[in-house]
């Protein structure tokens, strides 16, 4: 089988399903033809079971998700952000640094968090139902062609695609960024974020909290019901020592942290870990190609920061993409391309710096 189409998103994560609903969803005025690459199915992980990570949806965020369509079915599955506490975790009486309540919030919800899955599941729901996006899952791209005139992808079956532009979302380790010889340059901390969901006796009344310790940030952040996302951050070796603990202990040092005032807590959904660091691609763009997500910067999980400056990648592209293309010119040439590299790598070096 073989094809052409205005673009080509590799990558059907979260990033990789907004690009494709910002450049051919329903909603867009003069959608383009999109085809969704991705070597896994996405099916998989979108009716998956909780499997305990959950990401922060910013507001503009969720304004984006409002204009893609996809916000009312995500609405019922988003605990809203009501209030922000920062405290000094590293004093016993934990003194409170900053405060944010509802008057200081009078546009709303600075975030509401989401669980991954769901993320998942409406963002596919939503691209698999829209005409002009078309799916090749379950299928590895075996090479990529970055042309002057068209960009092409062959897959493991054979499959040849062509398009005046690539959209590489296919994550931290990307093979299309690789195939376009664009190097990476960060370095890592010596941290590991401990990532997994509580479930507490009393509510959180919408409540998030981030404690500074010693070792790092502690944030507990609110789900729907009695629940929240944990995002703990030690040492990699004592990451390593907790996270292989058997689940009694684990809980006795997670009780320890956390402190009593929702209660008891309980994990549910497992325990991840994720070792901390920073690195941003040398290039946003090569020739037929732009990456967005973490195919472009890997930063720090705390609060979904990575997700929601991928998302403000896809928004950006999809910009300078749609207003090239309105104008009769090509959407994947340079010009479109440098502007989106100059508008983004900004933004992404400042947020790296204030990680």
């Not at 590293?90 to 546009?107: D, I, K, Q, W, Y």
């Not at 104008?327 to 790598?345: F, K, P, S």
């Amino acid at each position: 089988m073989s094809g052409k189409f205005d673009v080509i998103v590799v990558g059907a994560a979260l990033n990789g399903l907004a690009a494709a609903l910002a450049l051919g969803g329903p909603q867009v005025r003069r959608p383009l033809e999109v085809l969704v690459l991705d070597a896994k199915n996405p099916e998989g992980f979108a009716n998956s079971a909780f499997d305990g990570r959950a990401t922060a949806v910013s507001a503009s965020a969720r304004k984006m998700f409002e204009a893609l369509g996809v916000w009312e079915a995500l609405a019922p599955s988003a605990q809203a952000m009501s209030e922000i506490i920062v405290t000094d975790g590293s004093a016993e009486a934990r003194p409170v640094l900053l405060h944010f309540g509802e008057s200081e919030m009078p546009n709303g919800p600075s975030a509401h968090m989401v669980e991954n899955r769901h993320l998942h599941h409406c963002l596919l729901k939503s691209a698999k139902a829209a005409p002009h996006i078309t799916f090749a899952t379950g299928k590895a791209v075996t090479s990529y062609g970055f042309g002057p005139g068209l960009a092409h992808v062959q897959l493991a079956d054979g499959a040849d695609y062509r398009a005046n532009l690539i959209v590489a979302a296919d994550g931290r380790n990307s093979p299309a960024r690789e195939a376009a010889g664009i190097a990476m340059r960060g370095w890592d901390y010596d941290q590991m974020a401990i990532v997994a969901t509580v479930e507490h006796d009393l509510s959180h009344g919408g409540r998030a909290e981030e404690h500074f310790t010693q070792s790092g940030p502690f944030a507990i952040l609110p789900l729907p019901g009695n629940r929240s996302s944990l995002v703990w951050t030690e040492r990699k070796e004592d990451a390593r020592r907790i996270l292989s603990l058997p689940d009694e202990d684990f809980h006795r040092e997670l009780a320890y942290r956390f402190g009593d005032h929702l209660g008891g807590v309980r994990v549910i959904g497992g325990r991840h870990g994720y070792p901390l660091s920073v690195f941003i691609a040398e290039e946003f763009v090569g020739p037929r190609l732009a990456l967005v997500g973490d195919a472009a910067h890997v930063l720090h999980p705390l609060a979904g920061l990575g997700f929601n400056l991928g998302l403000r990648d896809v928004a950006a592209l999809a910009e300078c993409i749609h207003e090239a293309a309105a104008l009769g010119l090509d959407h994947g040439g340079d010009a479109v391309l440098q502007r989106y590299t100059v508008w983004r790598r900004f933004d992404t070096v400042l947020t790296a710096a204030a990680v």
